[in-house]
């Protein structure tokens, strides 16, 4: 018990204070009823009942009340009150410069703020600093040859300024390491592109904000064989053919098939195919799962190895065809197929165009499967002569490639049934092959449809520009033979190879620098007309930079709209592949 409580609990009567001395003297008492004396006989009652209100406080074990609060100064409020005013005022500023987040389902352009990157040079190399004590520094590249590498090419119809170039360029090896460089972009808001095969057409890789290049090819590896369940894992880097070389002991392959030199991660971005879709699909029907490095540098895993899975959103098919603008693919699980028991291919020339795409036309209506079949017109039969890719001479008409596949007779039951087919549209000449090696070699004049053209350069600086569509089967014909007789009238050269067994088919334009709107008259007219036959912008190389433009004539402002707001919900700063697919900032 302190010594206050132990003092005041005595029984000793307490001394009078003066005021009740005073109160109790008798020398001058007041007029007992006058307004004085009220005053005092309630002044003297209020205080003693308040001493004993508080001396029984103390003897039960409650503390004092506290004390009576000081009066407030007006000086005193008056600096509470200036305090809140200027604290509000700063809330209201703060609050005005934070936007509120949108809550549209869409985001149309107009609504974006331009992105905001540091590609300063001192943050660059401050951030060069940080991804050698990552990768190491022989991971780590600003060797000039390097950088123009990896920052255009010469079958891009895509044509970059040459200033346009990556700071640097990082080679990681783990999906750790890509996370750990996605962490530092993030961090420091560089802007990444992503490069593997460097094959894409439209403009996919061209480094449009700077900042970092990164650079899969030391993530080649095939993680794992699962012969039983035909599926296989593998690193970004691996390269379709490659990776059919090494399944072969095994019985099966991967059947999307674009041009030499794709790799799969690349082949994940656009969504490619190539001559096998008429019969196999696309990219699309061939990944089961993917493992994607987020903006920010999160690591996720869209799926496990089931042939099939309806838990939650589709991710997987999400990223195919993303171009690297949602999220950095570093491993890829893809299904397989068994290795056809029998093969063989057939080459078909017609007196025109629209005869062939007809005979195509019939042929995928007709029961018998075909694995393949390829159109090149007369102009790409007289390429591949000129440039000597094959060992054959070919006859300079309009062409279809046929391949078939299934058992020995089978095969030798579609070679016939086509046959046929073609013969009733006109077929000038009918080629089968008569052994594997031959029906490899009838096979590889489509493979050399590009660079056989690029070879009719008549100049170094001229350029070429390969561009698809696709349309409805039945409009097929229709389509090729306006686009042939545009090429024409244009006065380029310009050939049609198509995968018209999916009413896919590609214009290989060459121009001069002089003629650059002549060839994107005939690229937008080739683009329009596929659009108003329901058709697609393009139906395997992407939209990289030169389609975007088309994407809302196909699609719709809204839907266009949508995608922008995927992009903005997974890269809300747009680090990844930035200007591709959808634009994020006016004209840029």
């Known amino acids: 018990m302190s010594a206050l409580p132990r003092l005041l609990t005595r029984r000793t009567p307490l001394r009078p204070t003066p005021c009740l001395r005073r109160l109790n003297s008798t020398k001058t008492p007041p007029p007992k009823n006058s307004f004085r004396a009220q005053l005092y006989d309630s002044t003297a009652r209020r205080i003693a009942s308040e001493r004993s209100a508080l001396s029984q406080r103390i003897a039960s074990g409650q503390n004092a009340p506290p004390p009576r609060p000081e009066r407030v100064s007006t000086a005193t409020l008056s600096g509470v009150f200036g305090a809140t005013v200027i604290a509000v005022g700063f809330y209201l500023l703060g609050q005005g410069s934070v936007p509120t987040p949108s809550t549209a389902s869409t985001a149309p352009l107009d609504s974006l703020s331009p992105p905001v990157h540091d590609v300063s040079r001192g ?56 996370a750990g460089v ?31 290049c990164v650079d899969f090819r030391r993530m080649d590896k095939v993680l794992a064989v699962h012969e039983a369940d035909m599926d296989v894992v593998v690193q970004p880097a691996v390269g379709w053919e490659q990776l059919n070389l090494d399944l072969a002991p095994t019985g099966l392959f991967f059947p999307p098939d674009p041009g030499p030199g794709a790799m799969i991660g690349g082949m994940v971005g656009t969504g490619c195919s190539g001559t096998n879709a008429a019969r196999y699909g696309t990219m699309r029907d061939w990944v089961l799962a993917l493992t994607v490095v987020l903006a920010d540098g999160t690591i996720i895993k869209t799926r496990q190895r089931p042939r099939k899975s309806s838990a939650g959103y589709d991710l997987t098919r999400l990223f195919i065809g993303s171009e690297g603008t949602l999220g950095l693919v570093t491993e890829a699980t893809l299904k397989l197929s068994p290795i056809p028991e029998s093969t063989s291919v057939a080459v078909a020339s017609f007196p025109s165009v629209a005869a062939a795409a007809a005979a195509c036309a019939e042929a995928m209506r007709h029961a018998t499967p075909l694995a393949a079949v390829e159109l090149l017109d007369d102009v790409q039969m007289h390429c591949i002569n000129e440039a000597g890719a094959t060992t054959r001479s070919w006859a300079e008409k309009p062409t ?57 350069k008549r100049a170094p ?52 620098e002089q003629e650059r709107e002549v060839a994107e008259g005939v690229v937008g007219r080739m683009v329009r007309r596929a659009v108003e036959m329901e058709g697609t912008v393009t139906g395997e190389h992407g939209v990289g930079l030169v389609k975007r433009g088309y994407l809302e004539n196909e699609l719709g402002v809204a839907t266009v709209d949508a995608m922008r707001r995927v992009k903005m919900a997974l890269d809300p700063g747009c680090l990844l592949n930035c200007d591709k697919v959808v634009r994020v900032e006016k004209g840029v």
């Open 400 to 456: 279809l490639f046929l391949k078939f596949s299934g058992t020995p007779a089978a095969v030798k039951e579609q070679v016939a049934a086509l046959k046929k087919i073609t013969a009733r549209h006109g077929s000038h000449s009918w080629t089968a092959a008569a052994s594997p090696a031959e029906a490899a070699e009838l096979w590889q004049a489509r493979k050399e449809a590009l660079w056989s053209v690029m070879a009719q």
């Open 123 to 178: 943050n660059m190399e401050a951030s060069w600093t940080e991804f050698v004590a990552l990768l190491g520094r022989e991971n780590v590249s600003t060797s000039t040859d390097e950088l123009a590498r990896v920052s255009q090419s010469d079958w891009s119809s895509f044509h970059a300024d040459a200033e346009k170039k990556p700071f640097l360029i990082v080679f990681p090896s783990t999906t750790e390491e890509v």
């Open 182 to 212: 996605a962490k530092i972009c993030h961090a420091r808001k560089i802007p990444i592109t992503p490069f593997s095969g460097g094959t894409s057409l439209e403009g996919h890789f061209a480094p449009t904000r700077g900042g970092v």
């Open 461 to 512: 600086s001229d350029r070429v520009w390969t561009t698809d569509v696709a349309v409805p089967l039945s409009r097929l014909a229709e389509i090729v033979d306006v686009t042939k007789r545009d090429i024409k009238d244009s006065g380029l050269l310009g050939s049609i190879v198509g995968h018209v067994g999916d009413g896919n088919f590609h214009a290989i334009l060459l121009f001069g």
